[in-house]
């Protein structure tokens, strides 16, 4: 198993940044990609930003430009540098891990953006 421990989250006013962490330990071989995705009240989760193993990166559009995503490989740990930050940024930000064929899951951090 694969565990996923996120931080960083918390309110934020309009225009300032965060920087969200997260952590994986357990039984890791061989991860092929690791990425946010967010979640907004009476949305659909959606991938926001995704880095994989040979180094490339995938950003939903409303983030181009303003989301940076990074890895530490040595630290098995990915972060999210959001800066420019708007209110519909708002939402639980999970943490997601793909290694083969199975995927996981962080426990979600809040990011709650206000104008």
């Known amino acids: 198993q694969v565990q996923l421990v996120e931080s960083g989250g918390g309110p934020v006013q309009a225009g300032g940044s965060l920087r969200l962490s997260c952590a994986a330990s357990?039984?890791?071989?061989?991860?092929?990609?690791m990425g946010w995705y967010r979640q907004a009240p009476g949305q659909e989760r959606e991938l926001v930003a995704r880095a994989t193993s040979g180094g490339s990166t995938n950003y939903v559009d409303s983030v181009k430009g303003r989301f940076t995503i990074s890895r530490d490989i040595a630290k098995n740990t990915v972060y999210l540098q959001m800066n420019s930050l708007k209110p519909e940024d708002t939402g639980v930000y999970y943490c997601?891990?793909?290694?083969?064929?199975?995927?996981?899951w962080g426990q979600g951090t809040q990011v709650t953006v206000s104008s």
């Open positions: 357990g039984s890791i071989f061989s991860i092929n990609a």
């Open positions: 997601v891990l793909r290694q083969g064929s199975s995927w996981y």
